[in-house]
């Protein structure tokens, strides 16, 4: 399985499925992360995080953390 934590700059990746549950699932939904969607890593922070994405045309920061939540394929 392979997630959005490990994608890397310059990389665009689709989502297969969300993990997770509750708030957290919710939250990563809200902000236009959902299935069949194109993510572009954009930049990922000296310390590793957060990362920052271009999600459905809109820059996004995450935790790697949640990251990890994010299944993805590509």
Do not use: N, Q
Not at 8 to 14: F, H
């Amino acid at each position: 399985m392979r997630t959005l934590k490990d994608a890397v700059v310059g990389e665009t990746v689709k989502v297969v499925r969300l993990h997770g549950t509750g708030a957290v699932k919710r939250r990563i939904m809200d902000m236009g992360i959902t299935k069949g969607t194109d993510i572009y890593v954009r930049k990922v922070a000296p310390l590793g995080d957060p990362v920052e994405l271009t999600v459905r045309g809109y820059e996004l920061s995450l935790r790697r953390s949640d990251a990890e939540m994010v299944e993805t394929e590509g």
